[in-house]
């Protein structure tokens, strides 16, 4: 039994070498007497040296142990004693080993070479030298039943090293090796039971071990069963790593695998795509599991982790024979084009240029591919191999793209035979358009500096803007690309005015126009203001001018995209609300005149598309011309609405934005809130209006947290807000911080973007380090206080009080440990002050004010008192000890009195103050100094490390 087997292991454990003792001087003919010998409870015979000299042989290297495995078998065949004997010294010998838990090479050196002898020992002499062992002897039989016997021992050592052997036996074997049926189901069943140990190291070994005895045509195999569990909740990444690795690709496997790719831990995800590259072929996985690990690949952060899936793309490469076009049939083009580009970006990088483009320029005839063998696949790989070529590889570029004319020629030709597919052929119709975009972007990459190119580009996008039958984003692109082409932005801008008025008022034969005739046959039928305002957005990001002083820009956001922004048609509210939003951004007029018309539509509106854009442009408006803008245009408000003269815009901007019943809210903090007035510069009244302004955005800025539709877009923004500086506010940072760590956000990209904001908020300015500081209880104590039906229970405290502890430093540690020293003694006992009580030592103090320190000490002390928890009291005990190190010593009483001698019972004081105020910096550097090196030396409590 167990206990039986440790105290063996116990008893014959070599015994360490005493040091030699000194021997006196005697004459040569004194005896010397030599000390008895004790008898040994299990004399050494000569086959048991034997044995042990073979052994200490084999852990010095690797050199020469195929050579000591064949002089061991050869003793066991020359053993007379019998089989039993010389298993029995076999199995004495390697329980030494089984007890040593650290992976050391000796260590490691003997059980490899006890496992691969125990194959080989029952071969003869013509067999013994096969490269590979196909059957089990009665020798490794044996080995495994004993080995077995004890896999639930108590000591971990053990049952780590007796996983390992029987895993090191069976891997030894050869590929076509098989065992008896008990012994398949003794090792069966044992390695299941050690799936579930406690220790990550013996799990490790278990599913090692079992990657044998799995049946992938089982859909019931326990084993797998019970990779899976371990791969999706298993809390060590070695383990997970390892059921990664070890578990057969199935059906039931395959979709686990390719959600560890976007596994915690970069081992585990490295391990993921290093199975998909050994195990799975790209025909065994649908486009969505494709496109799936092809995006958590090339976007993950570790190198190791991109470069497996590089590896990845080059073996699906392969299984195409090079052929990149086939290989995007089998991806998502269409519908993930970004990643897309990625993809053949990374293949064009570790590609040469020749054999990546051997599949194109099959397909070129005269520089272009014929219009009739288009597809989305070949103009995707077209346009990403000219933009590609375009920068260094200027003659492949010349081969596969022809000048500015031709290809305006080209670009006409095949939107005038794609008008000409009816619009019932859904397939052929979205191919179509899909290709017309494509072709529009790589118009982008032809040369500009053509003159005459230019020109004819210029003509054709005009003519299929007016004339063709294209979609919406074919107009948006088109619209981008005749910016590009004509250099003048003021004909841009004429030019595309023009086209909106032929659109919506077609008016044939006639030279001059009267107002009523022009707004009587004006079209503001849905389709046709969908294509104008598209025209619109695409032409205001085009601009850099002022939207508010340009009468043609001005016109057309007065006409068209106001009158869209009250239109009933979702799609043409959301259009017009996108291109008002971008006059904004470029106006800072517009943007105060049209912020509280933005505002209103997030509260009344019921389309999520809107409400989020809207709720963009806020934040990006904020961003750009920062609070303290729109605060002074509503002080202006006020002031006219004092003398009467406010207009309806102003009433409304009145009534919605100022919400005198929001009075509990915190004064936010504010980067530049200094508004420049001629009156009164800097003037307090500004200031006091700026915060009040602020604060009734805070108050709109909680109601979206709380909203579930615009929470993700609400939140994204506000980071963006206090991480340039534009708003700063504790209970915004609380919230921010709450939804990261709420398990209802799992899976959700908002999690990324708050991580990135958290992750760059350690090195911003003191002002964010405020805001850290303010928030640290009021968090802790929400999550504590939650409901028992809110998901914030899940929440562990700790371990955000760790996060906001990393991102402060200095004087804020000592701060919060004070703070949180006073917290802890008003109700030590219950949930918060035990909460505190677990992240109080985490507070850097070294170095600290000695002030600071002297009272923090006193109050863990007091704490010490006031708690009854043994375990509590030696963390809290440790903690103290650590800050008595920080704590610089008293004044020597010499020192003190020959300062008393030189300057008077009168004059002490006094310069000892000055003293102190010039020595500051030094006394600071020497406490520092003595903290580094007393820390080390005090005594090391393991209460205190575990925690």
Excluded at 774 to 779: G, I, K, N, S, V
Aim: net charge negative.
């Amino acid at each position: 039994n167990t206990t039986n087997l440790l105290h063996l292991l116990r008893i014959m454990a070599p015994k360490r070498k005493q040091p030699a003792k000194r021997r006196r001087k005697t004459d040569s003919t004194e005896k010397v007497q030599e000390p008895p010998v004790k008898d040994d409870p299990k004399p050494e015979n000569r086959l048991l040296s034997k044995m042990k000299n073979i052994m200490d042989s084999v852990q010095k290297g690797y050199t020469h142990q195929a050579k000591n495995i064949e002089k061991l078998w050869e003793l066991k065949q020359a053993t007379e004693e019998g089989d039993d004997i010389f298993f029995n010294n076999f199995w004495y010998l390697l329980q030494h080993a089984c007890l040593i838990s650290a992976r050391e090479a000796p260590t490691e050196r003997a059980i490899q070479f006890c496992c691969k002898f125990a194959i080989r020992a029952d071969l003869d002499r013509e067999t013994f030298t096969d490269a590979e062992v196909s059957q089990t002897g009665p020798f490794a039989v044996k080995l495994f039943s004993t080995a077995l016997k004890y896999h639930n021992a108590n000591n971990k050592a053990v049952r780590f090293r007796l996983c390992q052997i029987v895993n090191s036996v069976l891997t030894a074997l050869g590929g076509d090796a098989e065992i008896d049926e008990d012994l398949f189901n003794q090792i069966y069943t044992c390695m299941l039971e050690r799936l579930k140990d406690k220790v990550p190291g013996v799990r490790v070994q278990a599913v090692n071990t079992l990657n044998r005895l799995q049946d992938p045509s089982d859909p019931d195999c326990p084993v797998i069963k019970g990779y899976l569990t371990i791969m999706k909740t298993d809390g060590v990444a070695e383990v997970r790593r390892a059921a990664v690795k070890a578990i057969a690709v199935n059906s039931m496997s395959l979709l686990p695998i390719i959600e560890r790719t976007r596994d915690t831990n970069p081992g585990v995800r490295r391990a993921a795509y290093e199975v998909l590259v050994e195990k799975i072929s790209i025909r065994a996985m649908k486009i969505s599991y494709r496109m799936k690990v092809l995006e958590s690949g090339l976007r993950d952060r570790s190198a190791a982790v991109k470069e497996a899936c590089i590896s990845l793309i080059k073996k699906w490469v392969s299984y195409y024979n090079n052929d990149i076009i086939k290989l995007l049939k089998a991806l998502d083009v269409e519908g993930k084009v970004d990643l897309c580009g990625e993809v053949v970006t990374e293949i064009l990088n570790h590609v040469h240029i020749d054999s990546a483009s051997e599949c194109l320029l099959s397909r070129i005839e005269n520089k272009v591919i014929p219009t009739d063998q288009l597809t989305c696949e070949s103009v995707f790989y077209w346009r990403c191999i000219v933009a590609h070529t375009s920068t260094n590889q200027p003659d492949m570029y010349e081969q596969i793209m022809p000048t500015l004319s031709e290809y305006s020629q080209y670009l006409k030709d095949y939107v005038v035979k794609a008008s000409s597919i009816s619009s019932e052929d859904y397939d052929a119709h979205y191919q179509a358009s899909y290709v017309i975009q494509e072709l529009i972007k790589m118009a982008k990459l032809a040369d500009m500096s053509d003159e005459a190119g230019r020109k004819n580009l210029i003509t054709v996008t005009k003519f299929i803007i007016c004339e063709a039958e294209i979609t919406v984003q074919s107009i948006e692109r088109l619209v981008e690309l005749y910016c590009l082409a004509e250099m003048n932005e003021q004909t841009r801008i004429k030019t595309v005015a023009e086209i909106i008025t032929d659109i919506r008022n077609p008016l044939e034969g006639a030279t001059q126009f009267n107002l009523d005739q022009i707004e009587s046959c004006e079209k503001n039928d849905p389709v046709t203001m969908i294509r104008c305002l598209t025209m619109v957005s695409g032409l205001i990001q085009g601009v850099k001018c002022d939207v508010a002083f340009d009468p043609t820009l001005t016109v057309l956001l007065d006409d068209l995209v106001m009158t869209g922004v009250v239109s009933h048609n979702e799609i043409v509210r959301h259009l017009s609300i996108k291109a008002l939003g971008l006059s904004c951004i470029l106006s800072k007029t517009l943007a105060k005149k049209y912020l509280v018309l933005f505002l209103q539509i997030v509260m009344v509106d019921n389309y999520a598309e809107i409400l989020e854009t809207s709720l963009k442009i806020i934040f990006d408006l904020f961003l750009v011309f920062g609070i303290e803008a729109f605060a002074e245009e509503d002080k202006k408000e006020q002031k006219k609405e004092q003398n009467g003269e406010q207009d309806t815009m102003s009433e409304n901007s009145q009534s919605t934005l100022i919400d005198s019943s929001q009075e509990d809210i915190l004064s936010s903090k504010l980067e530049n809130t200094k508004i420049e007035d001629p009156e009164n510069p800097l003037g307090e009244v500004d200031k006091k209006e700026v915060d009040s302004f602020a604060d009734r955005i805070i108050a709109r800025f909680k109601e979206f947290l709380d909203d579930e539709v615009l929470q993700s877009v609400a939140a994204e923004g506000i980071a963006k807000l206090m991480y340039n500086r534009r708003l700063v506010d504790a209970q915004l940072f609380s919230r921010l911080l709450l939804l990261w760590y709420n398990p209802t956000t799992e899976g959700d990209p908002l999690r990324h973007c708050l991580g990135m904001f958290f992750s760059t908020l350690g090195a911003g300015n003191d002002e964010l380090l405020d805001v850290v500081e303010q928030a640290f209880f009021p968090t802790l104590e929400t999550i504590c206080d939650a409901p028992h039906t809110s998901p914030l229970l899940e929440i562990n405290p700790a371990n955000v009080a760790e996060l906001l502890l990393s991102l402060l430093r200095g004087r804020h540690h000592e701060q919060i440990a004070i703070k949180m020293c006073n917290e802890i003694l008003v109700s030590p006992t219950s949930p918060y002050g035990r909460c505190l009580i677990k992240v109080l030592p985490h507070c850097g103090l070294a170095g600290g004010d000695q002030t600071n320190l002297k009272l923090i000490n006193s109050l863990v002390e007091q704490i010490i008192d006031e708690v009854n928890h043994v375990s509590t009291k030696r963390s809290l005990s440790s903690f103290s000890v650590r800050i008595s190190s920080f704590i610089t010593p008293p004044v020597e009483e010499e020192q003190d009195k020959e300062n008393q001698e030189n300057g008077g019972n009168g004059g002490s004081k006094e310069i000892l103050d000055k003293l102190s105020q010039s020595t500051q910096g030094s006394d600071r550097s020497s406490t520092r100094r003595k903290a580094l090196f007393a820390t080390p030396s005090q005594p090391l409590d393991l209460l205190d490390t575990i925690t």
